[in-house]
């Protein structure tokens, strides 16, 4: 039986409760109704994707072993033993804390960590390019948010958003 069977299957059993009769056993009724219900909410998960979120240098580091044809197993050992010998690396610290979950994501897949970036907004236009020599009194907009330059810093796009009584709005790269 595959698992959309067994949803129609319980959800069927849940509309065999329901109607209304006075003399049967409510308490009883309850507690299939709520079994039933969290049964078919866990079969709906079963095939749920659970990947696990990584940085952008753990990605980086895995995508550069595939790419030049490494197996799962020679990208573990590299990992290893680059955070060995540069331990000052910004992968190297994560990976001592995290060496399972880079395993398990190696193995099961996982989704890129999702970095915040900020846009300044004046108006309806989005600043271009940060400001440079403010004697330059050419300013670059643009009406199209995705053209808008990417501040990775809140502070930093703040500062030019005040230049012109501008917003700040963040976005999620990727």
Not at 1 to 24: S, W
Not at 66 to 73: T, V
Not at 95 to 111: A, D, H, T, V
């Amino acid at each position: 039986m595959n698992k959309q069977k067994l949803i129609d299957k319980y959800t069927a059993e849940i509309a065999k409760l329901r109607p209304y009769c006075p003399n049967r056993n409510q308490s009883e009724e309850k507690l299939k109704l709520g079994i039933f219900t969290e049964f078919i909410a866990d079969l709906k998960q079963l095939d749920e994707s659970h990947k696990k979120i990584i940085p952008k240098c753990a990605h980086k580091f895995i995508q550069e072993g595939i790419d030049s044809g490494s197996d799962y197993f020679t990208i573990i050992i590299c990992a290893d033993s680059f955070a060995n010998a540069k331990p000052q690396d910004e992968f190297s610290k994560w990976l001592r804390e995290n060496s399972g979950l880079f395993i398990r994501s190696l193995l099961n897949g996982y989704e890129v960590e999702k970095v915040p970036k900020y846009i300044v907004k004046i108006g309806k236009l989005y600043l271009k390019e940060p400001l440079g020599d403010t004697s330059n009194s050419t300013i670059l907009t643009t009406w199209d948010k995705k053209r808008a330059y990417p501040f990775s810093s809140f502070n930093m796009a703040d500062k030019h958003a005040d230049k012109f009584e501008g917003a700040v709005v963040e976005e999620a790269e990727g």
